[in-house]
């Protein structure tokens, strides 16, 4: 448990050799850019000679100094130090002459703050730990000094403690000791470390920075809105650096990276951050294939060691294709439960709602087979994913039992298997035991339905204890040609961006651009990783009036909003395309961490509040005059009013 620090480091940082790598600029210069890794010096410029972690047999007769934290203490004979590294076990001496060590040592609470100095020597026979890394060894210490003494913690810190997540929140430096937020951090600041060496080193990417302070960005996420100190001036923080680095692309500097800072007030999501952070990336003179290949070299450079390697290529699922087999465009595609359509076994069908559901426009007969159903589930489970379908999706669900040896068919369900029982098990490959979950509707809607049903499955399967999704496996793949548009919600005779107003369209399609814009397909593509969405990028238009023709035209917004754009395109833009790494989601997945917010060094909880420091929070008028703003309070709201200067409840 103890060793993860060296794990990761040695495998991240085994020595590859040097690196050449040439870029020749415009002046004929040459940079000749060079890798080589080694193991950090963890005890450079500091107090102490080594980490309590990395002490072994090896080192027996040594005299070494640390600092760390007291873990805990036993019988005033023994205490375990601690670091970032590990543990080490210290002797407290018993001597008549130490007993000043003795004090600092017996008396300083758990958690508090000392640098010890002594020799290294083995433990008495019998009494080595295998389950420490340092078990063979201990510290028979000569001095000790108290450099801060630690207060009654509010949990304790240690891994198995359970501790509600607002607690944590709410005093997250401590929260931070833990081993487990120590191993994220740090595999987060290495995977992101040996990005900027592939990109830069390797590739010749630049990173830059864009600015936080910026205006107003037709469509997409509601943003964060920042006054300023003229009279009804606005600035907004992005979404995304998009615009910018388009323009620097205009600017001839061909390739671009950031690890960026990005900013969406998306209200009360329960895995999303106000505030979150992408590895963004955008080329000229690039197409879809070259951005993927880039991507999928990144991820296996990058990729920790102690993980399955990354296997390239990805595969890819059109949008349609995900959609129709999976009812998402983002598939876990770790295990099958396929949809399969079985809409022409039903074609001169009897069955009541199946023909009318053939009868409409798209309609179709959809289905998933959920393999030994009946060993796993109960008669509860199959109502209540019935009822989740109906609450959720307004969709009917039939549940099949073709080979059960217990018959739960409803009476509807045996007219099915009346009609076409071998049909059915033909196509679908039904077994003994297997459930047929069967649904009939508008194509989208029913894979749809299918799709969550699917995922509902694997949870309640997994529940009875059996293993679906392999937590080892790493299962990528790209969702490509995606629709350019989608109609809005609140108006579907108009048109929204299906991501942004600045996505190309595909070549193939641009024609339909100016007849029917809605079957347009779009040159954008997403990296999905275990049914999450880790990335998302498209070739962009780079062309100034077809830009302006989808913005007036088509999505009817203001061009004056994005005239700088526009007028940059006209100026000789290169061809170009990009994507981002939600950086946030991507070590999630690699940790198996149950949140985002347990990658993220201070996130906010859930309801986008900072419960450590209670932001966030009033501030008095005059703070506000300078930037012309006056808090409209709603009549009933007084009681609210006050308690902003009350402390907040911890959030659950």
């Not at 979404?239 to 692309?249: A, D, I, R, V, Y």
């Not at 790209?478 to 600045?502: I, Q, T």
């Amino acid at each position: 448990m103890f060793c993860w620090l060296s794990r990761l480091y040695l495998g991240f940082s085994t020595p590859t050799g040097r690196i050449p790598h040439l870029i020749r600029s415009s002046l004929s210069r040459t940079l000749v850019l060079t890798s080589q890794r080694r193991i950090p010096e963890f005890s450079s410029f500091v107090a102490r000679t080594n980490m309590c972690g990395e002490l072994r047999s090896s080192h027996i007769g040594q005299e070494v100094t640390l600092c760390g934290w007291i873990q805990y203490r036993r019988q005033n004979i023994f205490l375990v130090l601690r670091d970032f590294h590990g543990l080490v076990q210290v002797v407290i001496p018993q001597e008549e002459s130490a007993a000043s060590v003795r004090k600092i040592l017996c008396e300083a609470p758990v958690e508090s703050v000392v640098q010890v100095s002594g020799t290294v020597i083995s433990r008495p026979p019998g009494q080595e730990n295998p389950k420490m890394p340092t078990g063979e060894i201990e510290i028979k210490v000569k001095t000790a000094e108290l450099l801060n003494s630690c207060k009654k913690l509010p949990f304790e810190i240690k891994d198995f403690v359970k501790k509600t997540e607002a607690l944590r929140l709410q005093y997250r430096y401590l929260d931070l000791r833990s081993f487990q937020m120590q191993y994220n951090l740090r595999l987060r600041s290495q995977m992101v470390m040996k990005m900027r060496e592939y990109l830069c080193n390797l590739h010749g990417f630049v990173d830059i920075e864009t600015p936080t302070l910026f205006k107003r960005t037709p469509g997409g996420a509601k943003e964060f809105v920042i006054p300023s100190r003229e009279p009804g001036k606005f600035y907004c923080l992005p979404q995304s650096p998009q615009q910018f680095k388009q323009l620097l692309m205009v600017g001839g500097l061909d390739r671009y990276f950031q690890v960026a800072r990005c900013y969406r007030d998306e209200g009360s999501r329960p895995d999303r951050q106000p505030e979150f952070t992408q590895i963004d990336i955008e080329m000229s003179f690039v197409d879809q294939t070259g951005i993927r290949s880039l991507i999928e070299g990144l991820l296996q450079y990058s990729w920790p060691t102690d993980k399955d390697p990354v296997v390239v290529p990805f595969p890819s699922l059109t949008f349609a294709e995900a959609l129709a087999s999976y009812g998402t465009d983002k598939p876990d595609t770790r295990f099958g439960m396929k949809i399969i359509d079985i809409s022409d076994l039903f074609r001169n069908t009897e069955v009541g709602f199946l023909q009318d559901a053939l009868s409409k426009p798209q309609g179709a007969v959809k289905a998933i087979r959920v393999s030994e159903g009946t060993k796993y589930l109960k008669r509860k489970d199959i109502d209540s994913i019935r009822k989740f379908a109906a609450d959720h999706f307004n969709q009917e669900v039939l549940p099949v039992f073709p080979e059960a040896s217990r018959n739960w068919n409803s009476p509807v369900a045996q007219s099915i298997l009346e009609e076409q029982r071998s049909g059915l098990i033909r196509l679908m490959e039904i077994r003994e035991d297997d459930v047929v979950l069967l649904t009939a509707g508008e194509h989208k809607k029913a894979c749809s339905a299918l799709g969550k049903l699917r995922l509902e499955c694997a949870d309640l399967l997994e529940a009875r204890g059996l293993m679906l999704r392999d937590p080892a496996l790493f299962s990528f793949l790209w969702v490509v040609d995606f629709p350019l548009f989608l109609p809005k919600e609140e108006n579907p005779g108009e048109l929204e961006s299906a991501h942004h107003p600045f996505t190309a369209p595909h070549p193939s399609d641009l024609q339909l651009l100016y007849t029917e814009p809605e079957k347009v397909r779009s040159q954008h593509y997403d990296l999905v990783l275990n049914g999450s969405e880790i990335g998302g990028g498209s070739i962009r238009i780079h062309d100034a009036e077809l830009q302006r023709y989808v913005l007036a035209t088509l999505l009817k917004e203001d061009v004056n909003l994005l005239s700088h754009l526009l007028q940059a395109l006209d100026f000789g833009a290169p061809p170009h395309g990009g994507i981002a790494l939600g950086l946030d989601r991507l070590i999630c997945l690699v940790t198996g961490a149950p949140s985002i917010r347990d990658v993220i060094a201070f996130p906010k909880s859930f309801r986008g509040h900072d419960l450590m420091s209670n932001a966030p929070d009033s501030l008095p008028p005059e703070e506000l005059k300078p930037y012309h703003i006056q808090v409209s309070w709603p009549a009933d709201s007084e009681a609210e009013k006050s308690s902003l200067n009350q402390p907040s409840h911890p959030e659950s």
